[in-house]
């Protein structure tokens, strides 16, 4: 057994009180050995005037879309998807999503997040981004079948099922899949009828969007005469494990639904924010005893991937959603990103505790903005940046040592992307 000491700094524990205490990791096995008075490791990491988080986790984003940062801003979500996102997404190349997607991860390596969820197309690419970058993911292919005849849709649902088979487990075990249609509409119940129990003996959760605007939700209140999520539980969606995005326009019933059937949500404030979706109503989720994430959604309606900006706008625009100042706190805005996340992820991370997943990250507390200390939760929420984060651990790997990205190349990515975007984008225009 190798281990990695993480020392001299302050512990972010699984109550959110902070005491000073070191972390022991075991490297092989990837996992928590103690925190407290540890033994020496193999390897150190000085957490000196630093504070140890859980390692943040993404709980739903599409990482490739890195490559359309800033491309196409301040558009209404429908309008932004047809004019402007699926064009170029339509001549997108492999060696284009695995150059957004590892832009993507460096990003959230500095930012960090040591896990994330995805859902695209070209899946075995982000695979291999992860595989590289040191990462944990869920990752699925985005299923859509509207619009493309029997054989096509056919070979679209069965490209779902065989990504969810194939790389489960891939990365030494980092990466594991769901069955993703990407929502309600652009998947019909009969579809949904004969794939989702195959899904079921696969053994795979399903990740889909629901109710993130009103144009999603009407077109099932007039066809069917029932909310969506009604009509998701009816063609057997909604069991434990499973987990929606966004959630922006969920009545009473659908919460009420989500916390019996013991499925998930993640929410992405920012994203729904800038495409003008609405506010989805998280305290109420929460008080339902819901389980609860945190996304960024894709960096293309975001526009950047750090989960520091999505705590602080979530408990912004929670309060604001609830009429309440004290909803949506800081301590369960910093849950929803950590434990939260984890929880509707399936990961065993999000918490610094013997047994837990080594997914860890040390943030700088030197900083004037982060002074004076009267209480560190509160600063993560409302005052911490992702550039504040001093190292990365994934899996008891260090990813990240003084800011310096070890697993990727970040100039080179950074490089490949801004030509493989470009290249992209003068096809899609041409």
Known sequence: MTTLEIVGGRVLRPDLTVERADVLADRDAGTILAVGDVPAGDESLDATDGLVIPGLVNAHTHVAMALLRGYADDKPLHDWLREDVWPVEGVLEPTDVRAGAELGLVEMIRSGTTGFCDMYFDVGEIVAAV????????????????????????????????????????????????????????????????????????????????????????????????????????????????????????????????????AGVVHCPASNMKLASGI??????????????????????????????????????????????????????????????????????????????????VLDLDRAHLTPHHDLVSHLVYAASGADVRHTVCDGEVLMRDREVLTLDAERVRETAERRARAAIDRAES
Do not use: W
């Not at 144009?215 to 434990?240: C, K, Q, S, T």
């Not at 305290?283 to 994430?293: I, K, P, R, S, T």
């Open 131 to 262: 595989e590289r970058a040191g990462l944990r993911a869920r990752v699925g292919h985005g299923v859509v079948t509207v619009g493309k005849d029997d054989e096509a849709a056919r070979e679209d649902l069965e490209e779902g099922l065989r990504v969810a088979e194939e790389y489960d487990g891939a990365a030494d075990g980092r990466v594991s899949t769901a069955f993703m249609p990407h929502s309600l509409t652009p998947v019909d119940g009969e579809e949904f009828d004969e794939f989702v129990p195959r899904a079921r003996e696969a053994e795979v959760p399903i990740h889909i969007h629901a109710n993130e605007t009103t144009g999603e939700v009407e077109p099932i209140l007039d066809e069917h005469d029932e909310r969506p999520l009604a009509y998701a539980a009816e063609h057997g969606l909604l069991e434990e494990g499973d987990f929606v995005a966004h959630g922006t326009h969920c009545d009473g019933s659908e919460i009420e639904l989500l916390a019996e059937r013991g």
């Open 280 to 361: 989805a109503p998280i305290q109420a989720m929460l008080d339902a005893g819901v389980a609860v994430g945190l996304g960024t959604d894709g960096a293309a309606s975001n526009n950047d991937l750090s989960l520091f900006d999505e705590c602080r706008d979530a408990a912004m625009v929670g309060k604001l959603a609830a009429g309440d100042a004290s909803a949506v706190d800081a301590p369960t805005a910093f849950e929803l990103a950590t434990a939260g996340s984890a929880a509707v992820a399936g990961f065993d991370s999000g918490r610094i505790a013997e047994g837990a997943n080594a997914d860890l990250a």
